[in-house]
């Protein structure tokens, strides 16, 4: 894991403490993430815009496509969606679970989903 964190919102800026990547998009946020490696945290809005990939959609991209270990990473929902946080929490939590036990090489027969 990088040295750095990625807050992902279309509008918001971070109110915590510290220094912040911000990321208004799910483009922005793969480029971002290809660019200079997984943030240590990352705070997730879901709702990034009208017809746009969601927050929930870069988890699943960190998931399915990247397969990266997120067993350390800090994960923040700050979504005003009240689904959101659950999902993205679930997808994560689901995922370190599999990595655990089988290890990030492991390839499921279907898309790794919350649903």
């Not at 750095?4 to 912040?20: A, F, M, Q, S, V």
């Not at 945290?41 to 746009?52: C, K, M």
């Not at 995922?95 to 279907?110: A, L, Q, S």
Request: aromatic share 14%; glycine share 4%.
């Amino acid at each position: 894991m990088m040295n750095y964190r990625i807050y992902l919102d279309d509008e918001r800026n971070p109110t915590t403490p510290g220094k912040w990547t911000v990321v208004r998009s799910y483009d922005e946020f793969v480029q971002t993430i290809e660019e200079s490696g997984l943030p240590y945290e990352i705070s997730f809005d879901n709702d990034l815009g009208n017809d746009q990939l969601e927050g929930y959609d870069c988890a699943k991209w960190l998931v399915n496509t990247k397969r990266f270990d997120l067993r350390k990473l800090i994960v923040n929902v700050h979504s005003a969606n009240p689904k959101a946080p659950d999902n993205i929490y679930k997808l994560i939590d689901n995922w370190n679970k599999m990595v655990e036990k089988f290890g990030t090489d492991y390839v499921p027969e279907v898309e790794f989903d919350n649903d």
